[in-house]
């Protein structure tokens, strides 16, 4: 949805008692949840300073919804005088929650569920061993909840997102199925280049005709974070998002082929659009290039490694 300017819309939330003082506890931003008047809940996140966290994360929403990868919904949101991004819960706060965090501990002897950073243990292979016991132990089914989460990898490794500790994944009980279910994707600021001012977008912009040598895919190879997926515990840096990708992408083509396939449908122009939409007072020119050319390079790079 576009307003009659073409721009994705911008909600304001009210300074009223909607707005609760309490503060979200996951994670390192400062956010708050509230209620719509229609009743729906929502988390509103603020960027942090001299980043692009709020576009950041409504873009990914948008490419996830592009590629059919579930993802939580989000907008673009305004606080007073703050520019963030409001989104939607997938839950209610009394239902029965499973972060992966708790997931690992009760599954892989010795994790630390409060390591949330250098948590090397928060590996592929512990991820699929922990995987595979919840899974059976709540009879669900392993091909389509692993496939899930492969299409999560692939869009991490599609925009650079390397905030996918183990807090960023999680299960919970829906009463109204009466069984778990596997939350879609959520929480994607750290991605698209966010957090770079734009003389450096330039500079990494410059060499794009020479992208094995430097340029966007040297910045994306070099995107490391200790809050992400290790390729086993022996390695002290988690790879960046784009091989970890590329790596489940060789090791289970079963259950990523449907997501590459959906991605080498997608257009470049589809790319463009979505970027464009965002207002200009979220993001600079320079910066929807930079975000466009993470993509594209992304797209290319795991369409040549695994179809």
Known sequence: MATADGYYPVISLPHSDQIPDERERLGSKEKFWFRHSDGSLWLFKFPRPNTGEHWAEKVAAEIAGLIGVRCAEVELARYGDDLGVQSRSFTEPE???????????????????????????????????????????????????????????????????????????????????????????????????????????RESRSRRHILDSGGVLNYLMNRRSGGSVYVSARRTQAPPPLSVAQLLCRWQPSLARQWLERLQAVSNVEFRTIIDKVPPAFITDTAKEFAYQVMTVSRNELLRRAL
């Open 95 to 201: 239902w029965l929650k499973a972060h992966g965090n708790e997931i690992m501990a009760a599954c892989i002897g010795g994790y630390d569920e409060n390591l949330r950073f250098g948590q090397r243990d928060h590996s592929i292979k512990n991820i699929a061993v922990a995987l595979t016991v919840w899974v059976e132990k709540r009879n669900l089914d392993w091909n389509e909840t692993a496939g899930e989460l492969v299409s999560y990898a692939i869009l991490d490794g599609l925009i650079g997102n390397t905030d996918r500790h183990h807090e960023n994944w999680m299960f919970f009980y829906d009463p109204t199925q009466r069984s778990y279910r596997l939350a879609p994707s959520y929480d994607h600021g750290s991605s698209l280049g966010r957090e770079l001012q734009d003389i450096s977008r």
